[in-house]
C-alpha cells in the first residue's frame, strides 16, 4: 500500500540555519506529493506540492522536489525563522488508488530558537 | 463560511458516553474527509464522504465509530461507548473534488479527551 516516512522529530535548530526534513514515499503509481505545516494553535494548511516527477514546489521559503528515482521529497530551507516553528508534516496522493485520500507521514516538529 | 468550521472545538467526556462531532466544509467542496490525530501517532485517516456517500471507510478503528453527511455539506461524526483510547484530536478536511492532486484544507479540530 502506499505509505510516507519522514524523519524523526525533534528537529531544533538555531536562527538562520539550514533546514531539511526528509520524506520518502511508497505509492503504486506516481502520487501527487505535498508538505502540511501546523503551527501552534492552528490547523494544517499546504505548505507547497508537486504533482509530477522532477517539479519543484516553494512556498515561504521554503522548497522540495519531487524525485521520482528516489521516491523522496524533502523539504528544505536555507535560513529558518523562529516562526518556522511548527509540525511539518509530508503526504501523497495517489491517482491509482481511485479517490483515496492523503496519507500523511507522522510528522516532524520543529522548533527554532533565537 | 471562509474555512472549514468544527464543532465542539473542545470536548472532555466520560467513558461510556456517547459524543457527535460535527463538520461544515467549504463552501461548494463536494469531498470532506475525517483524520484523528493521536499523540505521536501523526494523522490517522477515518473516513472519506464525495457527496452524500462514502466510498472509503477503511480507517474507522471500531464500529463504535461513524459518520454521516447530509446534503452534501455537514457531515457529523459520532463516537459510542467512548473509551479512553478515543482521546485525540479529530480533524476535518474538505477539497473541490476528489481528485488526487486537489489540495485539501483543514479545520482547526475538535480537542476529545475521555476521562
Known amino acids: 500500500g502506499n505509505s510516507v516516512t519522514q524523519m524523526e522529530g525533534p528537529v531544533t535548530l538555531s536562527e538562520e540555519a539550514f533546514l531539511t526534513i526528509n520524506c520518502t514515499y511508497t505509492?503504486?503509481?506516481?502520487?501527487?506529493l505535498f508538505w502540511y505545516v501546523q503551527y501552534p494553535g492552528e490547523g494544517l494548511q499546504l505548505l507547497l506540492k508537486a504533482t509530477k516527477a522532477d517539479d519543484k514546489g516553494s512556498n515561504k521559503g521554503f522548497e522540495a522536489t519531487y524525485r521520482k528515482e528516489t521516491t523522496s521529497f524533502h523539504l528544505e530551507k536555507g535560513s529558518v525563522q523562529v516562526s518556522d516553528s511548527a509540525v511539518y508534516f509530508c503526504?501523497?496522493?495517489?491517482?491509482?488508488?481511485?479517490?483515496?485520500?492523503?496519507?500523511f507521514g507522522k510528522g516532524t516538529r520543529l522548533s527554532v530558537i533565537a | 463560511g471562509a474555512g472549514v468550521s468544527q464543532s465542539p472545538s473542545n470536548k472532555v467526556t466520560e467513558k461510556g458516553k456517547d459524543v457527535e462531532l460535527r463538520c461544515d466544509p467549504i463552501?461548494?467542496?463536494?469531498?470532506l474527509y475525517w483524520y484523528r490525530q493521536s499523540l505521536g501517532q501523526g494523522l490517522e485517516f477515518l473516513i472519506y464522504f464525495q457527496g452524500n456517500s462514502a466510498p472509503d471507510k477503511s480507517g474507522l478503528p471500531s464500529d463504535r465509530f461513524s459518520a454521516e453527511r447530509t446534503g452534501g455539506s455537514v457531515s457529523t461524526l459520532t463516537i459510542q461507548r467512548t473509551q479512553q483510547e478515543d482521546s485525540a484530536v479529530y480533524l476535518c478536511a474538505s477539497s473541490p473534488a476528489g481528485t488526487p492532486g486537489n489540495t485539501i484544507y483543514f479545520g482547526e479540530g475538535s480537542w476529545l479527551t475521555v476521562v
Open positions: 503526504a501523497l496522493s495517489d491517482p491509482n488508488s481511485g479517490n483515496t485520500p492523503l496519507v
Open positions: 505509492a503504486t503509481g506516481y502520487p501527487s
Open positions: 463552501s461548494g467542496h463536494t469531498a
